[in-house]
């Protein structure tokens, strides 16, 4: 069972308990029971399953419940806080400072994905204004090098290493005094893996430990292992003294709630989690956020946390827009800014009640479509790009020649253009609208974000859905919320393969993120034209 059935799983439980008319001890004791089990074949170690069931069964007193008191709500609370509690491990991890060297030591049995999390710290601290760079320690498996370099690269990370050099403390002191002098702010050092052979591995941590004096040292664990990974946090914490733990590989492991819960219950700070192969693959773990994800609530400010990291540019766009103009180039700037945020479905769990609309959308097939897109705007030329797609009416050879040139049909061109002339004509009505649109964000709580995400969380509640409620909520209630009135949107996602977001209007959820830029109409209330 991966961890989205867990959550699937508890959700329904919950929820047929909720909506039934019956709402008793013993349909209250039968849901118990479900989630009870759910949470037993993610591996989840029995005994924690048994003090979740009695922490609920507690606070659920059906004995000594008030009258007036809303049930449902205490049942959908109880069992959140204590899925909350469940993997939370009470522990704050250690946070880089600015303006200073950081650093963070890697350790991990082979294969657990010590490396390709390396990276992607180092790409995620890059993208928050840290000076972040690599040191590859692991001298133990031949070509370990040469993968750190590829993915370092990839990154567009500095990184040091050594194919000559055998004794991997000297490499770790070496890069590590190197990158101070540079004045890196973030220097992660990447040590060997071990098969099961924990003395070695982590005698070998102990001893890159006095070398390089390390601010965290962090131990990656593969989430398959479930509760097995209880024993290995605990021999790391006696070990490195203190240090957090990265679980990777959530996205395809069935023991995912196993391996979080087992770490959680030693006590060891989890920084992050893995979610796929990809660089952009990583999630800072915050036990609320996790489990709101989780059961289908969303996490909000991960999304905005998401798109805020990824620096997306908008201004030209913005600015056309305000102008009520909306060039061929701001369509394919707006392609290209959906390819960056990665997979839809990640997006989608990240907005309430989305993944669930989203059941068996096709991740590739919606990429492979925006790329065409895209091919197809990089052979037009900088003035075809510049216009408003007229010229293309006047000159119908230019669109077989684009055809041609993108390797795709005619009809696609067509149809990006037939886009674009509907997103042009929304960008016009658009110029007054740029004024409804602050105008909502003012509604949602002025210019603070934190107050913005407070309010929106409020919102949300009371239309049943993160923070204290259960469930997806309305998503017309939600696209009213983002004062996107149905008016924006990209005509012909869903034929795309792309999610239909049911007339949410991105661009308005995005201005409000206060991320500096809207995404002009992506998934809105328009219908594919094929
Ligand atoms: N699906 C998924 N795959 C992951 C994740 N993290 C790492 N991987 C994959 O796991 C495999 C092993 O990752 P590595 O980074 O090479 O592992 P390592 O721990 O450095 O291995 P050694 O250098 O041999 O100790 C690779 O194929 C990665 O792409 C994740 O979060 N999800």
């Known amino acids: 069972m991966v961890l989205q059935d867990l959550g699937r799983r508890i959700n329904a439980a919950v929820s047929d308990l909720t909506r039934s008319s019956n709402l008793d001890e013993k349909a209250f004791d039968a849901m118990v029971k479900e989630i009870c089990n759910a949470l037993v074949e993610a591996d989840v170690n029995i005994k924690l399953v048994a003090s979740l069931r009695t922490a609920i069964k507690r606070k659920?007193?059906?004995?000594e419940l008030a009258p007036g008191v809303n049930k449902k709500r205490v049942i959908q609370k109880a069992v959140y806080d204590e899925l909350v509690e469940l993997v939370n491990p009470h522990d704050k991890a250690f946070t880089p400072k600015k303006g200073k060297p950081n650093v963070i030591m890697f350790v991990g049995l082979q294969g657990s994905g010590k490396t390709t999390s390396c990276t992607k710290l180092a790409r995620w601290y890059q993208a928050r204004g840290f000076k972040s760079c690599l040191v590859c320690a692991d001298t133990f498996r031949a070509g370990a090098f040469d993968q750190l370099k590829q993915n370092a690269t990839k990154a567009k990370i500095p990184y040091y290493g050594s194919l000559t050099q055998t004794d991997p403390v000297a490499v770790a002191r070496e890069g590590v005094d190197k990158f101070k002098k540079e004045r890196f702010e973030v220097i992660?050092?990447?040590?060997?893996?071990?098969?099961?052979?924990?003395?070695?591995?982590f005698n070998e941590m102990v001893q890159i430990q006095e070398a390089v004096k390390p601010d965290d040292t962090i131990m990656v664990l593969d989430a398959s292992i479930g509760q097995q990974a209880e024993a290995q946090s605990r021999a790391f914490k006696d070990s490195a003294g203190f240090g957090s733990i990265i679980i990777t590989k959530t996205d395809g492991a069935a023991a995912g709630g196993g391996a979080i819960s087992a770490v959680a219950a030693t006590r060891t700070p989890i920084v992050f989690i893995g979610t796929g192969e990809h660089m952009l693959d990583l999630e800072r773990f915050q036990p609320q956020a996790f489990i709101s994800k989780l059961l289908g609530m969303g996490d909000m400010a991960g999304l905005?946390?998401?798109?805020?990291?990824?620096?997306?540019?908008?201004?030209?766009t913005m600015k056309h827009l305000a102008e009520g103009v909306f060039t061929v180039r701001d369509l394919r700037d707006q392609l290209s800014n959906i390819m960056k945020m990665g997979p839809l479905s990640k997006m989608a769990g990240m907005i309430p009640g989305l993944s669930n609309m989203m059941g068996g959308m096709d991740d590739e097939e919606g990429s492979l479509k925006l790329r065409r897109m895209i091919y197809i705007?990089?052979?037009m030329t900088d003035k075809e790009l510049d216009s408003d797609g007229k010229v293309f009416t006047d000159q119908p050879a230019r669109m077989?020649?684009?055809?041609h040139g993108s390797g795709t049909s005619v009809r696609e061109v067509e149809d990006l253009l037939t886009q674009h002339r509907m997103m042009a004509g929304m960008a016009k009505k658009m110029k007054g609208g740029m004024a409804n649109m602050q105008k909502a964000q003012g509604v949602m709580g002025g210019g603070n974000k934190a107050q913005q995400m407070a309010a929106m969380q409020k919102r949300l509640q009371s239309m049943g859905g993160a923070g204290a409620g259960r469930g997806a909520p309305d998503m017309n209630a939600l696209m009213k919320m983002f004062g996107g009135g149905g008016s924006g949107g990209m005509p012909g996602m869903g034929g795309m393969g792309m999610p239909d977001l049911g007339g949410m209007d991105m661009g308005s959820l995005m201005k409000m993120m206060g991320g500096g830029g809207g995404m002009p109409g992506m998934?809105?209330?328009?219908?594919?034209r094929r």
């Not at 998934?523 to 594919?528: E, S």
């Open 377 to 379: 705007c990089d052979s």
């Open 523 to 528: 998934g809105g209330g328009g219908r594919g």
């Open 304 to 316: 905005v946390e998401h798109v805020q990291s990824l620096k997306l540019d908008q201004k030209d």
């Open 400 to 403: 077989t020649r684009v055809a």
């Open 60 to 63: 659920v007193n059906f004995k």
């Open 188 to 201: 992660i050092v990447d040590t060997s893996g071990r098969h099961r052979q924990e003395a070695d591995l």
